[in-house]
């Protein structure tokens, strides 16, 4: 890790877009300890066992037949911040060719916002279903990763066994999976409104409607996955969910207002609404019955529904 390299780096930050995005990563990984990807005897194999048996245990709960992604990396922070940084130039593309060149000082300043979220992320993330997104190429798989050197950390700040606790790990990011093979129409039907949405705020305006939607979609995604995990896992999972919030919860409020800031505060309440919302459907009907908002986008519910299952409910089945 060196932070004076990655301040100059930021500093270093050219060319015509609002943000240098080479500069922006170099800089992200200069200030960020890449970890080990130094994997024990057996570990590789034991990733790989993790994820199948996630999938053919969600297959039997969701009553889902679907393919694992094409990729499947154990990866180190700087592997993370590789494949990211692509994603985030993506979606950012739209407000940079309509803003046009910036002058040399906001640009550095973008770089340097862009640098500090990708290197925090960087250090936090475990693991990661990537659907591309917003991507030119329409052939690119889909992608998982897990972050090894985070994994192992935050197992060990919890003081839980790090064999069970990557488990559960491969066993949410495989759910993401399961979601995305149940629903093709997916990837469109997000992608559409973060189109949307992006395209208003690169003309000075918000769609509220667009962001309402989305956020609602996410919500559905978290919470189906929670739902899921909840069913397929093979182990105890109350404590490692217990400490998990308990360490989120004991951030300083310096890390606290950051995460809310880059938008980690909503997804926390994604998945809390989110699976509040199908656990209530599940109890009502069981979890097959969940499964019913992935047969079409208008099954969906909407932002309100989500606080209202009984709604939604009611609206697929009068």
């Known amino acids: 890790m060196n932070l004076y390299r990655s301040a100059r780096t930021v500093a270093g930050a050219s060319g015509d877009r609002a943000v240098d995005w080479r500069a922006a990563a170099e800089a992200a990984k200069a200030a960020t300890d890449p970890g080990s990807i130094d994997l024990e005897p057996g570990e590789r194999a034991a990733y790989a066992g993790d994820v199948r048996d996630a999938r053919d245990d969600v297959s039997e709960i969701a009553g889902l037949e679907f393919e694992l992604p094409g990729t499947v990396e154990i990866q180190n922070r700087h592997h993370w911040i590789d494949a990211n940084v692509e994603t985030f130039e993506r979606v950012m593309a739209p407000v940079e060719s309509r803003v046009g060149a910036f002058p040399g000082v906001a640009r ?4 340097g916002t862009m640098t500090v979220m990708l290197s925090f992320l ?9 659907p591309l997104l917003l991507a030119d190429d329409p052939t690119r798989e889909h992608a998982l990763y897990f972050l090894r050197p985070n994994i192992v950390d935050a197992a060990d700040a919890l003081d839980v ?3 069970r606790f990557r488990r559960w790990i491969a066993y949410h990011e495989v759910t993401h999976a399961a979601e ?3 629903a093709p129409w997916l990837p469109d039907h997000l992608e559409e409104r973060m189109q949307r949405g992006i395209d208003e705020l690169s003309e000075g305006s918000f769609d509220k409607k667009a962001f309402r939607e ?5 919500t559905v995604v978290e919470g189906y996955a929670e739902l899921l995990m909840d069913h397929a896992f093979d182990d105890e999972y109350a404590d490692l969910r217990e400490k998990l919030e308990a ?9 606290q207002l950051f995460r809310r800031l880059i938008g980690l505060g909503l997804k926390r309440r994604q998945y809390e609404r989110g699976k ?4 209530h459907v599940a109890a009502e009907r069981d979890v097959a019955a969940a499964g019913a908002v992935w047969e079409r986008p208008a099954n969906l519910p909407n932002h309100d529904e989500i606080d209202e299952p009984d709604r939604w409910l009611r609206r697929l089945d009068p």
């Open 108 to 111: 550095t300043v973008n770089t």
């Open 122 to 130: 960087g250090r936090n993330v475990l693991g990661q279903y990537d």
């Open 161 to 163: 066994e790090y064999d």
């Open 180 to 182: 995305f093979a149940a």
């Open 214 to 218: 989305l956020d609602a979609t996410m």
């Open 247 to 255: 360490r989120r919860q004991g951030r300083n409020p310096l890390q």
């Open 276 to 279: 509040a919302f199908f656990e």
